[in-house]
T-cell receptor
């Protein structure tokens, strides 16, 4: 069965520190997709990144970077030089390629990140 | 701009009353979803629809109902059978394929009077 675990419920760091949000997933499929979303205090979820299971290259986008390791079933998210605007809840999610009417995206429970000024 | 519009932003329900949350998208997406989020919790799937005139129950469908008469619209009714409806409700849409991310509306916060 699909499962996404975000073990860190809440993290607080001081501005300009680096912070890594962990995501561990379980799936029986060989082809799947992983996502990260950001939920700021306003409430809407904002899509950040999608990673395919067959592409293990790490990705960097500005201060954000993602480390995908199939060997450990992890898809961790690092924010470098954090800023107060990064304060939000971050969700990791998994979708399997064998999608039928009963399949759907599975979200982790989220990590609440506080960036302290 | 293309996107998903949820209304109202805040909604209050009296005991025994049904209320309907609106969700409209102009992204030409086939699939639409309703999630419930409780404080400090993740997202729980209520209902989803892959095509017009068809929808499936999610993990917590009891006390809720939906319709999908138009591609653009996926309203959610919170019925009186839902005994604990106070939550934040999020609507999403996607192209319907597993590699496509879901796009979310701004949410509706429902409270009991």
């Amino acid at each position: 069965a699909q499962k996404v675990t975000q073990a860190q419920t809440e993290i607080s760091v001081v501005e300009k520190e680096d912070v890594t949000l962990d995501c561990v997933y379980e799936t029986r499929d060989t082809t799947y997709y992983l996502f990260w979303y950001k939920q700021p205090p306003s409430g809407e979820l904002v899509f950040l990144i999608r990673r395919n299971s067959f592409d293990e290259q790490n990705e960097i986008s500005g201060r954000y970077s993602w480390n995908f390791q199939k060997s450990t079933s992890s898809f961790n998210f690092t924010i470098t030089a954090s800023q107060v605007v990064d304060s939000a809840v971050y969700f990791c999610a998994l979708s399997e390629a064998q999608r039928n009417r009963d399949d759907k995206i599975i979200f982790g429970k989220g990590t609440r990140l506080h960036i302290l000024p | 701009d293309g996107g998903i519009t949820q209304s109202p932003k805040y909604l209050f329900r009296k005991e025994g009353q049904n209320v309907t949350l609106s969700c409209e998208q102009n992204l030409n997406h086939d699939a639409m979803y309703w999630y419930r989020q409780d404080p400090g919790q993740g997202l729980r799937l209520i209902y989803y629809s892959q095509i017009v005139n068809d929808f499936q129950k999610g993990d917590i469908a009891e006390g809720y109902s939906v319709s999908r008469e138009k591609k653009e619209s996926f309203p959610l009714t919170v019925t009186s059978a839902q005994k604990n409806p106070t939550a934040f409700y999020l609507c999403a849409s996607s192209g319907g394929y597993s590699n496509q991310p879901q796009h979310f509306g701004d949410g509706t916060r429902l409270s009991i009077l």
